[in-house]
């Protein structure tokens, strides 16, 4: 009975040992993983998916086009979920990588940024990256020039 407990304790152990060494082997996703994964969740319009591929700093601008989709018609929805996604680049740099995407139904090339988040790749937005126009708010005014302002205008004179 002895001999039977000693083995049943190794097969145990080795188990155990088995687990912690696969445990610590976790892969990560490569960048051209994770910018697959989300340019498939957005198709799919699962902006909850999305989020998860995309840095805390993107998650307003996947608010934002999530705001832009729910105003596509159906048309316009089937297209960019028939649509085929292809890495045609990859380019890494440190904790930062590009990946280059083609989108077979525009036949336009995307860009799209990644950093590394508690050691994980993540897309990063911006809001340019969405809106082609984007402008950022204007800076305030320094004191010369509120002050040309000022001067400039006529202010009323008090009747009399």
């Known amino acids: 009975m002895n001999n039977c407990m000693t083995n049943y304790l190794r ?9 912690t060494v696969l445990s610590g082997c976790q892969k990560h ?4 993983e994770v910018a697959l994964n989300f340019m498939h969740a957005i198709q799919e319009s699962n902006f909850d998916l999305a989020r998860d591929y995309a840095t805390k ?10 705001f832009f989709d729910a105003r596509r018609n159906d048309s316009e929805r089937n297209k960019i979920k028939k649509a085929g996604i292809e890495v045609i680049d990859t380019e890494e740099n440190g904790d930062k990588a590009t990946v280059t995407v083609l989108n077979s139904s525009s036949k336009q090339k ?5 950093v590394k988040e508690n050691g994980q790749w993540k897309i990063s937005l911006t809001f340019e990256s969405i809106i082609p126009n984007y402008m950022p708010p204007a800076t305030p005014l320094d004191s010369s020039e509120s002050i040309l302002q000022q001067d400039s205008l006529v202010m009323p004179q008090p009747e009399k």
């Not at 996703?29 to 051209?32: D, T, V």
């Not at 995307?110 to 990644?114: D, F, I, P, S, Y």
């Open 11 to 19: 097969i145990l152990n080795l188990a155990l040992l088995f687990g």
């Open 57 to 66: 700093e993107s998650q307003q601008v996947i608010q934002l086009y999530s």
């Open 29 to 32: 996703a490569a960048p051209q």
């Open 110 to 114: 995307e860009r799209l940024q990644l």
